[in-house]
T-cell receptor, first 114, second 114 residues
Framework: GAGVSQSPSNKVTEKGKDVELRCDPI?????LYWYRQSLGQGLEFLIY????????KSGLPSDRFSAERTGGSVSTLTIQRTQQEDSAVYLC????????????FGSGTRLTVV | AQSVTQLGSHVSVSEGALVLLRCNYS??????LFWYVQYPNQGLQLLLK??????LVKGINGFEAEFKKSETSFHLTKPSAHMSDAAEYFC????????????FGKGTRLSVIA
């Protein structure tokens, strides 16, 4: 597509439930990134996919967080047993290669855990 | 390890005044540097980038930034602020030869007063 698409745009879930966040990157972009933006904070790196290489999971805050990227395109970020501190905006970005080109960001998914 | 420091979480300027948003970086290898802007309830949009070419970089909406290696700085400027410039601005760093995702500063919120 023309841009990076994320769904849903807003998600309210009960504490303890699992959630899935979807990212559809720009066609042909080999790199895909997930970041988390909490109120008053900068962007916290979560995970990075580059082509067929093993993903860089170094930013995932706990084993409740996981992500996959199917067919080198769509990615799903899964948060299991959600906690209130997981409430944030989850941003996805893609780029043609490594970061030298700059990223194109989606509009994000606002997750609220109640 | 790379890092970015944005001085001032909130900057307020009058319409028509100079905009100066400060960014200092730390990198053990030559950096690639970026400025992004985020309008309310939207994703991040690339303003400009430095990737080892000209040290004075011009971006969209009249913004520019100058890479100063001796000062490890990449400050963002605009000669005359417009009301539509009110937004959150993020500085970010990476380097091309590695697989390190962009590292973002905590952001500076720019307010423009009529």
């Amino acid at each position: 597509g023309a841009g990076v698409s994320q769904s849903p745009s807003n998600k309210v879930t009960e504490k303890g439930k699992d959630v899935e966040l979807r990212c559809d990157p720009i066609s042909g972009h080999t790199a895909l990134y997930w970041y988390r933006q909490s109120l008053g904070q900068g962007l916290e790196f979560l995970i990075y996919f580059q082509g067929n290489s093993a993903p860089d999971k170094s930013g995932l805050p706990s084993d409740r967080f996981s992500a996959e990227r199917t067919g080198g395109s769509v990615s799903t970020l899964t948060i299991q047993r959600t906690q209130q501190e997981d409430s944030a905006v989850y941003l996805c970005a893609s780029s043609p290669d490594r970061g030298g080109y700059g990223y194109t960001f989606g509009s994000g998914t606002r997750l609220t855990v109640v | 390890a790379q890092s970015v420091t944005q001085l001032g979480s909130h900057v307020s300027v009058s319409e028509g005044a100079l905009v100066l948003l400060r960014c200092n970086y730390s990198s053990s290898v030559p950096p690639y540097l970026f400025w992004y802007v985020q309008y309310p309830n939207q994703g991040l949009q690339l303003l400009l980038k430095y990737t080892s070419a000209a040290t004075l970089v011009k971006g969209i909406n009249g913004f520019e930034a100058e890479f100063k290696k001796s000062e490890t700085s990449f400050h963002l400027t605009k000669p005359s602020a417009h009301m539509s410039d009110a937004a959150e601005y993020f500085c970010a760093v990476t380097f091309y030869s590695g697989n390190t995702p962009l590292v973002f500063g905590k952001g500076t919120r720019l307010s423009v007063i009529a």
